[in-house]
């Protein structure tokens, strides 16, 4: 694997100020680009975060791969490099070929994955087409950390490796694994580390040539591990004593947002299930365990992938249980693996128009655009650095009771790591349950006079 030599802005200046401000969201993109100087810890939360062993290696090593950074090119200038011929640019999807929206139709794909399963069917067809050796995703971990990311070069593996894992882990070993023995590889990640690989294959050309396909997760945001620590807690198995969880358990006769979640204690075979709301912690817009990293990124669906992939939560999509994707295709090989599961029958996909893609991740894109322009304008009042973003610091547009409820989920995100640390210390759940618990009827309450000044407002028009 070549390491590039330092052109511009060097590693060290680059992430310096990212880890400085805790702007960091643990892709490891640094450590592959200089692995003798940085490896990957977890810190007290959990998270994944650089260390810097070896200060003096990091001397001369190009920057420009930190998702983060101000040093590397924003999705607009990798789209426009790897996008081009039959794509259309929107402000929200980047630029795609088409969107769709379906499930796996073969064998049981679709009941193996988090929604309608053709992001794993996908990965499976490259592998039997040979356009790839191997994956690179989120895999369960053997011990320590739940998740983690790892290869996968049969089918069984691949599968092994379905479903979404709200937890943070970071890519460097594996992918430094897959470009050190030249395979072709597909990585799958959220937007931000499928921006962090674009940024690598610039420098590398090994990676150029070995990355052959990525697939994004489209998201929300990242969770540190307390969010599934805390959800076994409350299921009745504590941190210490958690051997495997699943984030989106799928319930026959429930909706597809009505999913459940289980947890499986160390030396124990049974599999404790609880429906996810009946949990503290719950609610996605709360920022419960978000990683300060995700309040400054304005990527949504992955924009500098060859596809990406999420939850179609449209109501038309709504009623049923084995759930079903949101697809946006932006490459010619995306586009042919999809064409041959449509021409095959493995796929049961149809077109679906980009506004209903956009509409499917509606509160995704009120967050990056909307919040986001809020929160750049509180961080550059409260000065220091910041990542430089595509949305224009302002909150003119907001009214303000919005601008509270953006004000109550930084408090919520913060609160929630700290008061999981105080369970941690007295060795209950209690105080996080009874806490969050709290937080969420302030959120609620906030939402409902959000409302009713509305209403007001509009009758006085």
Not at 57 to 65: H, S
Not at 140 to 146: H, I, N, R, T, Y
Not at 202 to 207: C, K, N, T
Not at 356 to 374: C, N, T
Request: positive net charge; proline residues 5%.
């Amino acid at each position: 694997m070549t390491v590039a030599r330092a052109e511009a802005m060097s590693l060290k200046d680059e992430i310096a100020p990212v880890i400085a401000g805790g702007f960091c969201v643990g892709c490891g993109a640094c450590a592959v680009a200089a692995p003798e100087a940085i490896s990957m810890v977890r810190d007290r939360d959990g998270v994944c975060q650089p260390q810097i062993r070896k200060p003096a290696l990091l001397d001369g090593v190009a920057g420009g791969v930190c998702p983060f950074s101000d040093a590397a090119p924003n999705e607009d200038v990798h789209a426009r490099r790897l996008f081009v011929g039959d794509v259309t640019p929107d402000a929200h999807l980047g630029c795609y070929r088409r969107t769709l929206a379906g499930h796996a139709a073969e064998a049981d794909f679709r009941q193996g994955g988090s929604s309608g399963g053709v992001t794993t069917w996908v990965l499976v067809e490259a592998l039997r087409q040979n356009k790839i050796d191997a994956v690179v995703h989120v895999h369960p971990a053997a011990g320590g950390a739940l998740f983690d990311f790892d290869l996968a070069r049969t089918e069984d593996e691949i599968r092994s490796g379905a479903k979404t894992r709200y937890y943070s882990v970071s890519f460097e070993t594996a992918l430094r694994r897959a470009v050190d023995a030249k395979l072709r590889i597909a990585f799958v990640g959220v937007p931000c580390f499928v921006k962090a690989v674009r940024n690598l294959a610039s420098r590398d050309p090994d990676i150029a040539r070995q990355v052959v396909l990525t697939v994004a997760i489209i998201c929300g945001h990242m969770k540190s591990p307390g969010f599934a620590e805390s959800l076994a807690w409350q299921a009745g198995v504590p941190p210490d004593d958690i051997a495997a969880v699943d984030f989106r358990v799928k319930r026959p006769g429930h909706s597809a947002k009505q999913y459940g979640f289980s947890v499986k204690r160390a030396q124990d075979t049974a599999t404790l299930v609880k429906p996810m709301s009946e949990m503290a912690g719950r609610r996605w817009d709360g920022g419960y365990f978000r990683l300060k990293a995700c309040n400054f990124c304005d990527d949504v669906v992955g924009e500098t992938a060859d596809i990406s992939f999420g939850d179609a939560w449209l109501k038309e999509y709504d009623g049923d249980p084995g759930g079903t994707n949101v697809i946006v295709v932006r490459s010619e090989l995306a586009d042919a693996l999809i064409q041959s599961g449509q021409s095959s029958g493995a796929l049961d996909v149809h077109d679906l128009p980009p506004e209903r893609a956009i509409a499917s991740q509606s509160a995704g894109f009120r967050d990056r655009r909307d919040a986001l322009a809020y929160r750049l304008w509180l961080a550059d009042r409260r000065g220091g650095w910041r990542p430089q973003k595509r949305v224009q610091p302002g909150r003119d547009h907001l009214t303000i009771m919005r601008r509270v409820i953006y004000r109550l989920r930084g408090v919520v995100r913060v609160r929630s790591f700290a008061s999981l640390r105080l369970s941690k210390r007295l060795g209950s759940p209690r105080p996080y349950v009874w806490e969050m618990t709290f937080w969420h009827a302030i959120l609620r309450l906030a939402g409902d006079l959000e409302s009713l000044t509305a209403k007001i407002s509009s009758r006085r028009r």
